[in-house]
């Protein structure tokens, strides 16, 4: 616009002209991934700059310090606004790299929790021991095949169901409501063993492992169970208590029979020795016999 301009009546505003569109213009090079497109540009203006000022001197009678003057009052605004644009272009890439640093450390926070949460899920989908969590209201919100296992119920149709309508018996819903209650208000519940019923209907004594689950805030707003089902266990315990006292009992009896085959012992022992001297025909038997005039088997026959 400057060169096939007619009269020049805008070299006067030059200043500016050159200061806001070269300030503007530069704006999209920050984009870039260096300063070299930058460098170019202003460059290029400066060239432009530097011919411009040659043809003004070509075309208008202007004196040198004028010239001077007009030529370092828009170099000092061009050097200015490269100035500034090359601030603004290392701000734009720290601020840049300080974004994708922080997107790249959610974004891998992000993961170790995707894995995390993929961890504990495959640990609690593949544990044999069943996992269930409650809301506030116990009602079941988590429901692990191991559960399924043992109470026999899905976990669709587990969910959302309390625990009075599921798997507990109606003589003991006041005992777990009781112990629901402690874990709540954190004075007890975290350990019990009860009874309770599966889908089929079928009684079964159960051992839970109870905490409560706490949000960010630190507020309680759930439980989470850990439940075995020790029915057979607590049965095998019962036949080996029995067996340990038929053993106990046995013991006994075999002690009592030690003691009395002692003294039998002994009396076997003269009977034995007596029906010897009676049943033989020892000479010191004959002997004595005939002393007493005695045939020893009329004395067999007596005996």
Same mark, same amino acid.
Not at 20 to 30: H, R, S
Not at 150 to 171: M, R
Not at 210 to 236: F, M, P, Q
């Given at each position: 616009?400057?060169?096939?301009? @007619?009269?020049?009546?805008?070299?006067?505003?030059?200043? #500016?002209?050159?200061?806001?569109?070269?300030?503007?213009?530069? +704006?999209?090079?920050?984009?870039?991934?260096?300063?070299?497109?930058?460098?170019?540009?202003?460059?290029? /203006?400066?060239?432009?700059?530097?011919?411009?000022?040659?043809?003004?001197?070509?075309?208008?009678?202007?004196?040198?310090?004028?010239?001077?003057?007009?030529?370092?009052?828009?170099?000092?605004?061009?050097?200015?606004?490269?100035?500034?644009?090359?601030?603004?272009?290392?701000?734009?890439?720290?601020?840049?790299?300080?974004?994708? $640093?922080?997107?790249?450390?959610?974004?891998?926070?992000?993961?170790?929790?995707?894995?995390?949460?993929?961890?504990?899920?495959?640990?609690?989908? /593949?544990?044999?021991?069943?996992?269930?969590? !409650?809301? +506030?209201?116990?009602?079941?919100?988590? !429901?692990?095949?191991?559960?399924?296992?043992?109470?026999?119920?899905? $976990?669709?149709?587990?969910?959302? =169901?309390?625990?009075?309508?599921?798997?507990?018996?109606?003589?003991?819903?006041?005992?777990?409501?009781?112990?629901? =209650?402690?874990?709540? @208000?954190? #004075?007890?519940?975290?350990?019990?063993?009860?009874?309770?019923?599966? =889908?089929?209907?079928?009684?079964?004594?159960?051992?839970?492992?109870?905490?409560?689950?706490?949000?960010?805030?630190?507020?309680?707003?759930?439980?989470?169970?850990?439940?075995?089902?020790? #029915?057979?266990? $607590? =049965?095998?315990?019962?036949?080996?208590?029995?067996?340990? $006292? +038929?053993?106990?009992?046995?013991?006994?009896?075999?002690?009592?029979?030690?003691?009395?085959?002692?003294?039998?012992?002994? +009396?076997?022992?003269?009977?034995?020795?007596?029906?010897?001297?009676?049943?033989?025909?020892?000479?010191?038997?004959?002997?004595?016999?005939?002393?007493?005039?005695?045939?020893?088997?009329?004395?067999?026959?007596?005996?």
């Amino acid at each position: 616009v400057l060169f096939i301009e @007619s009269d020049f009546s805008l070299v006067t505003k030059l200043d #500016t002209i050159v200061f806001v569109p070269a300030l503007l213009a530069a +704006m999209p090079l920050m984009i870039f991934r260096n300063r070299k497109p930058m460098v170019l540009y202003f460059l290029i /203006n400066l060239i432009l700059f530097g011919l411009f000022n040659i043809y003004i001197g070509k075309v208008i009678d202007l004196s040198f310090r004028v010239r001077l003057d007009y030529f370092f009052d828009n170099l000092v605004a061009m050097v200015f606004v490269f100035l500034v644009s090359s601030t603004l272009f290392s701000i734009y890439h720290r601020v840049l790299k300080s974004l994708k $640093k922080e997107l790249m450390e959610r974004r891998m926070a992000e993961k170790r929790l995707q894995e995390s949460e993929y961890r504990l899920s495959a640990h609690l989908q /593949n544990t044999p021991v069943g996992a269930i969590s !409650w809301d +506030m209201d116990f009602r079941a919100v988590e !429901w692990n095949p191991a559960a399924e296992k043992i109470f026999g119920y899905t $976990k669709t149709e587990a969910y959302g =169901k309390h625990a009075s309508d599921l798997i507990l018996p109606k003589d003991v819903v006041d005992q777990v409501d009781g112990i629901f =209650k402690s874990l709540l @208000s954190q #004075t007890g519940g975290e350990r019990s063993v009860n009874d309770n019923v599966t =889908k089929s209907g079928k009684r079964i004594l159960c051992d839970w492992f109870n905490t409560v689950i706490r949000d960010s805030e630190d507020r309680i707003i759930g439980v989470a169970s850990l439940v075995n089902d020790i #029915t057979e266990a $607590k =049965k095998t315990q019962e036949i080996m208590v029995q067996t340990e $006292k +038929m053993l106990s009992v046995g013991g006994l009896a075999a002690g009592m029979a030690h003691e009395i085959n002692n003294p039998l012992a002994g +009396m076997i022992q003269n009977a034995q020795v007596i029906r010897n001297r009676l049943t033989q025909d020892l000479p010191a038997n004959l002997e004595i016999a005939r002393e007493f005039n005695i045939s020893m088997e009329d004395l067999r026959k007596y005996m």
